[in-house]
């Protein structure tokens, strides 16, 4: 069964501060899609990334990058000079390859705080 | 307007009441998807739409029932809601034409309903 466990529940820093959100991942599939998004206040789910099992090159988007390593089943998110509008609840989520059992299961969330 | 948009934003209702909830996509998608998002809980999945067929229902009471009547809208009906039902549902969809749960596209989120059962 596939799992998405994000360890940190709740992060605190300072405007400007580098931060780095963990994402482990379980699955028995080979084939397999991992997401980022963000909720801020509002309540909303925004898209950020999509990556599939056989891309394993690091992206950057702006203050926004992203680690994926499949040898410890992990897809770390990290925003560069942090802003207090990046403050929101982050979700990492897996959707196994396809199939009539795949689905998008959520980690629980990481609450980052970017004070002023 | 774009995007998934979500009505009403906000829902105070009695056990008693009936009520519905409204969510359109105006993507093109083929899939939609109801979520409920408790405080301190995972994301759960309660009904997926795929082409206007009912894929799956996730062991959901029956006191929540989806409709969806064309591929850009669902609705998800409520009655006799007990207070644990209190919490933010979400509507979501993406360009998957699924056979069973299976998701692989991206999910695209509305604003979100944000329910309390008195």
């Known amino acids: 069964a596939q799992k998405v466990t994000q360890a940190q529940t709740e992060i605190s820093v300072v405007e400007k501060e580098d931060v780095t959100l963990d994402c482990v991942y379980e699955?028995?599939?080979?084939?397999?899609?991992l997401f980022w998004y963000k909720q801020p206040p509002s309540g909303e789910l925004v898209f950020l990334i999509r990556?599939?099992?056989?891309?394993?090159q690091n992206e950057i988007s702006g203050r926004y990058s992203w680690n994926f390593q499949k040898s410890t089943s992990s897809f770390n998110f990290t925003i560069t000079a942090s802003q207090v509008v990046d403050s929101a609840v982050y979700f990492c989520?897996?959707?196994?390859?396809?199939?009539?059992?795949?689905?998008?299961?959520f980690g629980k969330g990481i609450t980052l705080s970017v004070r002023p | 307007e774009t995007g998934v948009t979500q009505t009403p934003r906000h829902l105070v209702m009695g056990m008693t009441n009936k009520k519905s909830l409204k969510c359109e996509q105006h993507?093109?998608?083929?899939?939609m998807y109801w979520y409920k998002q408790s405080a301190k809980k995972p994301l759960e999945l309660m009904f997926v739409?795929?082409?206007?067929?009912?894929?799956e229902n996730n062991s959901v009471p029956s006191r929540f029932s989806p409709e969806c009547p064309n591929s850009s809208h669902l609705f998800l009906h409520l009655h006799t809601l007990q207070p644990e039902d209190s919490a933010l549902y979400l509507c979501?969809?993406?360009?998957?034409?699924?056979?069973?749960?299976?998701?692989?596209?991206?999910?695209?989120f509305g604003p979100g309903t944000r329910l309390t059962v008195l």
């Open positions: 739409y795929s082409l206007e067929e009912r894929v």
């Open positions: 979501a969809s993406s360009q998957d034409r699924l056979a069973g749960w299976g998701s692989t596209d991206t999910q695209y």
């Open positions: 699955t028995r599939d080979t084939t397999y899609y």
């Open positions: 990556r599939n099992s056989f891309d394993e």
């Open positions: 989520a897996l959707s196994e390859g396809g199939g009539a059992n795949s689905k998008l299961t």
């Open positions: 993507l093109g998608h083929n899939a």
